[in-house]
């Protein structure tokens, strides 16, 4: 099974507003990446957070982590139009040699 | 970062015959992978392509079914062989660079008629 479970599987918010995207997994892990995917095509690498950070930023993504819940989330601020597509976490689970384990995902739609 | 592609983006193969995928990378990488996703789904790993030695795959997925090459550190190739309709996805190479982030290439869309 999946080693990521993904929340919401869908969300639907307007142009301007903030979307959070949830992520759980279920062992240990040196890191997890979020991606995404627009229609289908090739994944767009977003962040890596290492299991020793908490936190990390990029432009408008905001990654948090905690591994006493097992769990991650993606804030993107000021969302846009072209935000509009499908997020992935993956996990590097300890031991696995960077094997990546995907999460079920979650379908943005940003409308105008 | 890594820049990757793949060959062919996509294709439209008939049930019985195979296909061949390349992914090039535009630097010498150490760790490459294969995964697959099945349409309306996630990722699944198909194997972890070792330069210079047998792939190494996961649970479910075997070597005469998906022959994979890896002759140097830039370049890997997936064979999908004896096709059915069920092996219509998309399959995706990607590499760890040294600071443990993976990139992807763009996919090769395949439709199995």
């Given at each position: 099974s999946q080693q990521g479970e993904?929340?919401?599987?869908?969300?639907?918010i307007q142009e301007g507003e903030n979307a959070t995207m949830n992520c759980s997994y279920k062992t240990s892990i040196n890191n997890l990446q979020w991606y995404r995917q627009n229609s289908g095509r090739g994944l767009v690498h977003l962040i890596l957070i290492r299991s020793n950070e908490r936190e990390k930023h990029s432009g408008r993504l905001r990654v948090t982590l905690d591994t006493s819940k097992k769990s991650s989330s993606l804030l993107i601020t000021a969302s846009r139009a072209a935000d509009t597509a499908s997020y992935f976490c993956a996990t590097d689970a300890r031991g696995t040699a960077s094997k990546l384990t995907f999460g079920t995902g979650t379908r943005l739609q940003v409308t105008l | 970062?890594?820049?990757?592609?793949?060959?062919?983006?996509?294709?439209?193969?008939?049930?019985?015959?195979?296909?061949?995928?390349?992914?090039?990378v535009d630097s010498q990488v150490t760790m490459?992978?294969?995964?697959?996703?099945?349409?309306?789904q996630s990722l699944t790993l198909i194997a972890t392509?070792?330069?210079g030695s047998e792939a190494t795959y996961e649970s479910g997925f075997v070597i005469d079914k998906f022959p994979i090459s890896r002759p140097n550190l830039t370049f890997s190739t997936l064979t999908v062989s004896n096709m059915s309709p069920e092996d219509?996805?998309?399959?995706?190479?990607s590499v760890r660079t040294d600071s443990y982030e993976q990139y992807f290439g763009p996919g090769t869309r395949l439709t199995v008629t």
């Open positions: 993904e929340d919401p599987q869908a969300l639907s | 970062s890594a820049v990757i592609s793949q060959k062919p983006s996509r294709d439209i193969c008939q049930r019985g015959t195979s296909l061949t995928i390349q992914c090039q490459m992978f294969w995964y697959r996703q099945q349409p309306g392509a070792n330069q219509s996805s998309i399959y995706l190479c």
